[in-house]
Every structure is written in structure tokens, then in C-alpha cells.
């Protein structure tokens, strides 16, 4: 598999979605050879890029690159982190780009009905518009729903609402023999059968394609609030998360912060953060229903925060002080992406995320080099960024490369094996893609893995789908 396609193949291709629709010069294709991991050295062009219009279309590229083995890489907004739609064994790449339909908002059901090709940025301003709300926000908005939906993604609201998984009733997916299968419904339980829905969420494209997508919408919420609340130690900011969520308080969001990236961020985008205090930061969004309502939730959270070491509770009460509190914190990555080596997306039991993060500390000292690291602090998400950097006196000093490429491997294992030693995961909401595939047997048992290849094996017994992904066969 993944020898460049013959002009009879290529010519097949073209019939099937149209001449337009399939790339095959080199310089086109490079878009279509990595997605945001930021090393180039894993990216690979394609031997095609094929852009399907249809499910059937889609059904018949399948049925030929499996017939003649060539391997088939499902792709959509390539916002993804650890290289799982890169085409690192060649082949064809699937981009569902054009299969960006919103199909049908079905309000008695409280659903949406979508193409996999549809990104966020066109979804949730339809879903709002229809008086509804989309809960997962997984970050970049031109992701799209496909994609969101095979690496099963979560973002910063999953601590109250969920992930990815908590909103898909229904998939159409296409198999590598080209079959077409639709799993679930606009159904709220069932109990019929091995739930194969839930097993191609988070699959990250190596079982079939999703080309279409039911979605539970739910009730807009009436009010949203964000609390920051500065500390001088991180650990006091983080243990007083399990104070709140014991008070039955369950906010939208909770993250932590630290400082640092905090100013590089207002620098970045000439805007200001509401405190200059501490040295990390709480970001705490609740939502409710009434005025009232709102003014007591966020008088507790103020509170138990206070009462836990915080040096002050700012709010951001009104639309436009919460949009700058919202956009410093969702440009952070792009702040110090051209210094960023990789984003870890390690889980670990909310319990553990102190101990974790000191570790991170610890190796950070250890081999000196930064590593900036914030996240979800209420559901145990925690995301380190490998720099080829340190950071001193407010300054960012770029390391040489022979130097942070003799670190990067040594970082990583320590890190990963700090999160097996916690219970934790190597992935809480990016996938495994090629990135993390060396690091799975740190966290999953042998057995466990085998049983996973052999799903792999039934569903795609010719290893077209997103070849070399997750695992080896």
C-alpha cells in the first residue's frame, strides 16, 4: 500500500466525484500532508486528495481503494494535534470539505441533523439562532463536526455538559468495503445490540467514515458569568476545585491558568487580562437561568474561593468584558504556537492534577526547558506545552535544536509515565493519531490493545482506513 496511484485509478477517481474534485499536483497537495502538530517531520503528501460531494460518492471511493488496497485517509478541518489525518502511509486523502450541509433542525426532537463536513463556526451560530445550544467547545472553530466527533473531543465545558460523546444520537458511516451503516437514531437510550455508534466515537477514522451526524441540542442558557480568581500558588488554586464541586456547585468551565502565558497573550493581542495578581489564575464560567440566580452562585463560588487562599475575585459580568476574558484564554496557543514543540493532552483523576503539574515542574527544572501548562481543572484535563524554549525574566529564549531535540524524547516519557503512575491517560480529548502511538502501551494493557486490533481487523480487514493510526497491525 501507499505506491502512487496509476492514471486508471486516478481516472475512476475523477468519475466518481468529478475532475475538479480530485488533486493530484504536489504543490496543491501540501495543504493536505499534516494538520497542526507543529513538527513537519511526521507530514507526508498524499498521492491524491479526493473531495466527495455525497455518501454514495464517498461509498464508491471506498469500495475501489479497497478493492485495489490503497489506503483511504478521512480528513476534515486538520485542526488536529498528534498527525491523525496525516497520510503518513500515502494513499488517498478524503476530504469531506464539501460535504458541509446543515440538513435539518428538528425542534420537537431538539436535534440536529449535519454533514460531517460542517464546522463549528457554521453550527454554532445556526444552533443559537434556532434558540438551542451546542455545549461542546472543543476550541478551533473551524474544525468540523466529522472530525470532532472521531476523536471524540471535549474542551473546557465538559465538567458540566460533557464531551463530544454525550451528543451524538446518530451516525451514517461509511466501511472500508464502501457499505453504508446507520447507527442510532434521533433516540434518547438503547439498548439493542452492541452500541457500534458509541464505538465510532473517538475512533479517529480508522473504522469507517462519518458523513453524516445527529446531535442533541439543548436549551440555551439565559446568563453566563466568568470569575477570575488569581492565586499565588497553584496548588491552592486546584484543591479549591473539589471544594466547589462538594458544595454541589457545578460551573460551565473551570481552568487554570498560569500567569506567564497570560502576558505573553495580552502582548500578543494588545488586550488585558482583569488581574495582574499571583501567579496563576482560576477561569470560572457559570451559567443560570435568572439575574438572581447568577448573583448567589457566584457569591458561593467567590466564597469558597476566597476561603481556599485566593487573592481576589474579579468579574466579568458584562458581554464585552467576558469576551476579552474568553478570547485571551482561547489565544493563548496561538500566542506561543511559533515556540510550542507539541501540546500533551494528558487526563488524570481531578484529584492528582497538583501532583501532576509539580511533576511538570520538576522536569521542566530538570531538563530546562519550558513547559507551560493549564486546563480543565474540574474533569483532570491537563495540557502541557513542550517548548523549544525557557522562559526567564519575562522574556522567551529560543533553544538551540540540537539541544530541545535531545529533550523532547526524554520529557515526554517522564510526563507519560508520571500520568500511568496516577491512573491517568495519554489522551483526554486530542486522539492518538501517530503522535502518541508509541506512548499507547504506557496506559493500556496489552490485552486491551489486541482487543482493540481486533475490532480494527473486522471492521477494515485490508487496513485501508487511516493506516498506522493509534497502533500497527
Given at each position: 500500500m501507499g505506491s502512487a496511484l496509476t492514471d486508471r485509478i486516478i481516472q475512476k477517481l475523477q468519475s466518481i466525484a468529478g475532475e475538479k474534485n480530485v488533486i493530484c499536483e504536489a504543490e496543491k497537495m501540501f495543504d493536505y500532508s499534516h494538520d497542526e502538530f507543529s513538527l513537519r517531520d511526521i507530514a507526508r503528501e498524499p498521492d491524491a486528495v479526493v473531495k466527495p460531494g455525497s455518501t454514495e460518492e464517498v461509498s464508491r471511493i471506498c469500495r475501489l481503494a479497497d478493492r485495489e488496497r490503497i489506503p483511504v485517509i478521512p480528513r476534515g478541518g486538520a485542526t488536529g494535534l498528534c498527525g491523525g489525518c496525516v497520510?503518513?502511509?500515502?494513499g488517498i486523502v478524503l476530504s469531506l470539505e464539501r460535504m458541509n450541509k446543515i440538513i435539518e433542525v428538528d425542534k420537537r426532537n431538539q436535534m440536529i441533523v449535519v454533514e460531517a463536513g460542517v464546522m463549528l463556526m457554521d453550527l454554532y451560530p445556526r444552533v443559537e439562532e434556532e434558540g438551542f445550544f451546542f455545549p461542546p467547545h472543543p476550541g478551533d472553530e473551524t474544525a468540523m463536526i466529522g472530525g470532532v466527533i472521531a476523536t471524540n473531543a471535549g474542551g473546557s465545558r465538559a465538567v458540566k455538559y460533557g464531551v463530544v460523546?454525550?451528543?451524538?444520537?446518530?451516525?451514517?458511516?461509511?466501511?472500508?468495503?464502501?457499505?453504508?451503516?446507520?447507527?442510532?437514531g434521533k433516540l434518547m437510550k438503547s439498548s439493542t445490540g452492541y452500541n457500534l455508534l458509541n464505538l465510532m466515537i473517538g475512533s479517529e477514522g480508522t473504522l469507517g467514515v462519518i458523513t453524516r451526524a445527529i446531535i442533541q441540542l439543548m436549551p440555551s442558557p439565559q446568563i453566563s458569568r466568568s470569575l477570575i480568581i488569581p492565586y499565588d500558588e497553584l496548588e491552592r488554586a486546584i484543591d479549591t476545585v473539589p471544594e466547589i464541586l462538594a458544595k454541589k456547585i457545578l460551573p460551565l468551565a473551570v481552568e487554570f491558568i498560569p500567569k506567564d502565558v497570560i502576558r505573553i497573550t495580552e502582548e500578543f493581542l494588545r488586550k488585558r487580562w482583569p488581574s495582574t495578581m499571583g501567579n496563576t489564575y482560576l477561569l470560572i464560567i457559570c451559567d443560570a437561568s435568572t439575574d438572581d440566580q447568577m448573583d448567589r452562585l457566584s457569591e458561593q463560588v467567590a466564597d469558597i474561593c476566597m476561603a481556599n487562599g485566593a487573592l481576589d475575585v474579579f468579574v466579568a459580568d458584562s458581554p464585552a468584558k467576558q469576551q476579552e476574558v474568553l478570547e485571551i484564554r482561547s489565544k493563548i496557543y496561538e500566542a506561543i504556537k511559533a515556540h510550542t514543540l507539541e501540546i500533551l493532552d494528558i487526563a488524570v483523576p481531578r484529584a492528582e492534577i497538583a501532583r501532576h503539574v509539580r511533576r511538570v515542574q520538576e522536569v521542566s527544572q530538570k531538563y530546562e526547558i519550558w513547559l507551560p501548562t493549564f486546563g480543565h481543572a474540574a474533569d483532570g484535563n491537563v495540557h502541557t506545552?513542550?517548548?523549544?524554549?525557557?522562559?526567564?525574566?519575562?522574556?522567551?529564549?529560543?533553544?538551540?535544536?540540537?539541544?530541545?531535540?535531545?529533550?523532547?524524547?526524554?520529557?515526554?516519557?517522564?510526563?507519560y509515565r508520571d500520568c500511568k503512575e496516577k491512573g491517568g491517560v495519554i489522551s483526554g480529548e486530542h486522539g492518538i493519531g501517530i503522535v502518541k502511538k508509541p506512548y499507547l502501551s504506557y496506559v493500556l494493557d496489552q490485552e486491551s490493545i489486541n482487543l482493540m486490533k481486533g475490532i480494527k481487523r473486522t471492521f477494515d480487514p485490508n487496513n485501508i482506513l487511516n493506516p498506522g493510526k493509534i497502533f500497527d497491525l
Open positions: 497520510p503518513s502511509s500515502g460523546r454525550n451528543y451524538v444520537r446518530g451516525l451514517e458511516v461509511v466501511l472500508a468495503s464502501g457499505a453504508v451503516v446507520d447507527l442510532g506545552h513542550i517548548m523549544k524554549a525557557v522562559y526567564e525574566d519575562g522574556r522567551i529564549i529560543p533553544l538551540p535544536e540540537a539541544d530541545w531535540k535531545e529533550k523532547l524524547e526524554h520529557v515526554r516519557k517522564e510526563l
